[in-house]
């Protein structure tokens, strides 16, 4: 078969997408357009700048998470980092250290993030202990360690650092329903979902968490250092988590240690949503995207549909059990056609 | 040596029934190892807040709420031990129990709203109605587990997910009120000084237990977890076994539902909503293997026990819930890794051989 011309079956399964991205890029897509003929108000410029908006937080954690799932694990200790690391750094402004800056801010609170990421690691690659139960008692210790030692106060007034950011908008459009206005934090999370991208697809580092995700043994046997690329992926993923909780910190300016209480489940579901499997070794950058988009999209439509938001929750869970139920039922499909075509093959030999 | 001698016989066979029974012998103290290990925890958990604050630990209201919250959590804890038993996790236990009070709530409200006294004589079928959204939940899990493949962690993300979201569409997140003066009665009596509320949950442990050791499906569940491969090849139907394993959790949810409103007339979405990390963590501190393969009920009755003596010492020792939330994720991470190098340190001790 010839580059040039590729057969139908070939371009289709090459839109489709190695993790069905095309699949859900087309989901994406009709949601949109029958959200817009059901009703106009969809259709603007606001609203998809909104959505963008309401993305960004969500968007940063998923990537924090995909990495972890394509290592093999899972994490549901990320929103306790998050929170752990942003209520921290607004904390001790609050107790009266000078106002260090957005950067400087921003470290510590990476800093936290990653030493909290880097218990996950110890516990996980040292013990080889299950990654959900591991991330469960850590994300126990760490919420009660932030409520006990650091403060369990809502904090309404922001470092000035902190809360200029937060209505600086990167550009605003005046149309005919209204401002729009697309918030300058969209940057950052676009920046690091094009690098964890890259990371993944062209270092060393992101083929290993691939291979470790598919086989432990066979990475260890292939020279890859197992123990400390897992640790390097939970300090990563915490650090990210420390981003999207100062990210979300500014963006609703204020802080409360009772913030992204229950969002893990969200997050987790858009990830595998994304073509992610919780197996380990599959997931893309560009999936996890779509999934994130998706339920961001299926939120907003719910609202404009008047229905009440406590249904959100259910929303996602239909939405997951969907989504995983079609991959388990075409993968088991898909594994019985390779073994009818192996019989076939074996058939054909001796004649 | 072979013992060939016919008039050898009887030593032979003598030989043999000695082997067995010193083998049997041994997987008994194997067996009582986890559960002594659970009850020194247990004793010495006591004897720490006994020493530490008698007055207020020692004294008959603390003991008797001990045994009046152990009940819910314990009944959900064997929940989870079953579905880790077969390797699985359900996280959807505590949404399927709350449905579960919700659903006897609003029926006897509906009913009481009509006729009072009908309503109360109606009570064995409000608890049926409550252990039957239980076991509804479960074949929901069973379906999606066994019939469509869905990995257990997934599938069961999903449907608490979705459970949670219909209790709080429902209550509209407010507190229902409202239960059979029956049910509160046997919530709030004793049986010769024991709640009776214990005394039930010590006979679902037993009937679990029963069905774990003593029947076809409880081996076949054992053996599903321990190696589904091998089950597999024994022509044990995985499917059959994994649904009525779920089938089995939502019931012990349902009946966990029932026991939520026997104690308080009062059912919410978001009651309990610690108990998802405090369940995983009483089966795992129990002997369970998360894994799948091994688990026994009386390690896990034993954990329960321990986990509520440590938070009603935590509150005799006037510590709050969060210090709790931090030793119950330090005992999970503990007793996982001591597992964890205690079973890394037999398998040095005996090199398994080496594939040339």
Redesign the interface.
């Known amino acids: 078969m010839s580059a040039i011309s590729l057969s139908l079956p070939t371009r289709l399964s090459r839109l489709r997408g190695a993790n069905n991205e095309g699949v859900l890029a087309l989901v994406l897509l009709a949601l949109i357009v029958g959200m817009s003929i059901a009703n106009p108000v969809f259709f603007t410029l606001p609203t998809a700048f909104s959505i963008l908006r309401s993305s960004i937080v969500p968007l940063i954690f998923a990537l924090g998470v995909l990495m972890v799932i394509i290592s093999g694990g899972?994490d549901v200790s990320f929103a306790a980092i998050a929170v752990f690391a942003a209520y921290t750094t607004v904390q001790m402004h609050q107790n009266g250290a000078p106002d260090l800056g957005l950067v400087a801010a921003f470290l510590l609170a990476l800093l936290i993030g990653a030493s909290l990421g880097a218990i996950n690691g110890f516990?996980i690659a040292r013990?080889?202990?299950?990654t959900?139960?591991?991330t469960?008692?850590?994300?126990?210790?760490f919420?009660?360690?932030l409520?006990?030692y650091v403060g369990?106060r809502y904090v309404a007034d922001l470092p000035d650092s902190m809360a200029a950011v937060s209505t600086t908008n990167l550009f605003a459009v005046d149309t005919a329903s209204g401002g729009a206005y697309l918030h300058i934090l969209v940057v950052p999370a676009v920046l690091m979902a094009v690098g964890l991208a890259w990371v993944l697809r062209y270092t060393m580092f992101g083929r290993s968490i691939y291979a470790i995700g598919g086989d432990v043994e066979a990475a260890r046997r292939a020279g890859i250092r197992v123990v400390r690329t897992q640790m390097v992926v939970y300090v990563i993923a915490g650090t990210m988590a420390a981003v999207g909780g100062m990210i979300y910190v500014i963006m609703e300016r204020s802080a409360s240690p009772q913030i992204l209480v229950g969002s893990e489940?969200d997050i987790?579901?858009a990830v595998?949503l994304g073509g992610a499997s919780?197996?380990g070794g599959r997931g893309s950058v560009l999936g996890t995207t779509l999934g994130v988009l998706l339920v961001q999209v299926i939120f907003n439509s719910l609202i404009l549909a008047g229905v009440?938001s406590?249904?959100?929750?259910?929303?996602?869970?239909?939405l997951?059990?969907l989504g995983?139920?079609i991959q388990?039922?075409t993968s088991?499909k898909s594994s019985r056609a390779k073994v009818m075509d192996e019989t076939i093959q074996k058939q054909e030999v001796p004649a | 040596m072979k013992l060939t001698d016919p008039r050898l016989e009887p030593l032979s066979r003598m030989n043999d029934s000695v082997e067995s029974g010193w083998s049997r012998a041994l997987a008994l103290v194997r067996i009582e190892g986890g559960v002594r290990r659970m009850l020194i925890l247990l004793a010495v958990a006591f004897v720490i807040f006994a020493a530490l604050r008698p007055s207020i630990f020692l004294s008959g209201t603390n003991l008797r709420n001990i045994a009046l919250n152990s009940p819910e959590i314990g009944v959900l804890a064997i929940a989870m031990m079953l579905a880790m038993l077969t390797g699985g996790?359900d996280l959807s236990l505590v949404a399927m129990a709350n449905l579960s009070a919700i659903t006897m709530a609003t029926l006897f409200t509906a009913m009481a709203a009509n006729d009072p006294g009908q309503a109360e004589q109606m009570f064995p079928v409000i608890v049926l109605a409550g252990v039957a959204v239980g076991v509804l939940g479960g074949a929901i899990n069973g379906l999606?587990i066994s019939g469509?493949?869905?990995?257990p962690?997934?599938?069961t993300?999903?449907?608490?997910?979705?459970?949670?979201?219909?209790a709080?569409?429902w209550t509209?997140?407010k507190t229902l009120y409202g239960s059979p003066e029956v049910l509160t009665g046997i919530g709030a009596s004793t049986l010769g000084g024991v709640p009776t509320l214990f005394c039930l949950f010590v006979l679902v442990a037993v009937a679990i237990g029963v069905v774990i050791n003593r029947t076809p499906l409880g081996l076949r569940i054992q053996l599903q977890g321990a190696n589904p491969t091998a089950a597999l090849y024994s022509g044990i139907a995985s499917r059959k076994i994994l649904m009525s394993t779920y089938l089995m959790t939502g019931l012990l949810s349902g009946i966990a539902g029932v026991f939520f409103i026997a104690r308080n007339p009062t059912a919410s979405a978001d009651y309990g909503a610690s108990y998802v990390?405090l369940v995983?963590?009483i089966a795992?501190l129990g002997g369970t293997n998360?894994?799948g393969g091994f688990a026994t009920v009386f390690g896990v009755v034993l954990a329960t026990l321990t986990l509520e003596i440590v938070s009603s010492g935590f509150t005799a020792l006037r510590l709050?819930s969060?210090?709790?939330?931090?030793?119950?994720?330090?005992i999970?991470?503990a007793a996982?890794?001591a597992e964890?190098?205690k079973w890394r340190r037999r398998r040095n001790r005996k090199p398994v051989l080496q594939p040339t």
């Open positions: 899972i516990l013990f080889r202990l299950s959900l139960i591991v469960l008692g850590t994300q126990g210790i919420k009660g360690a409520l006990t369990s489940l987790i579901a595998v919780i197996f009440p406590a249904w959100q929750r259910t929303a996602v869970g239909l997951l059990i995983v139920g388990a039922i088991r | 996790i999606l469509l493949g869905i990995t962690i997934l599938a993300l999903g449907t608490m997910q979705i459970f949670n979201g219909i709080v569409a509209g997140g990390l995983i963590v795992v998360p894994n709050s969060y210090q709790y939330a931090i030793a119950q994720g330090l999970l991470v996982m890794a964890q190098i």
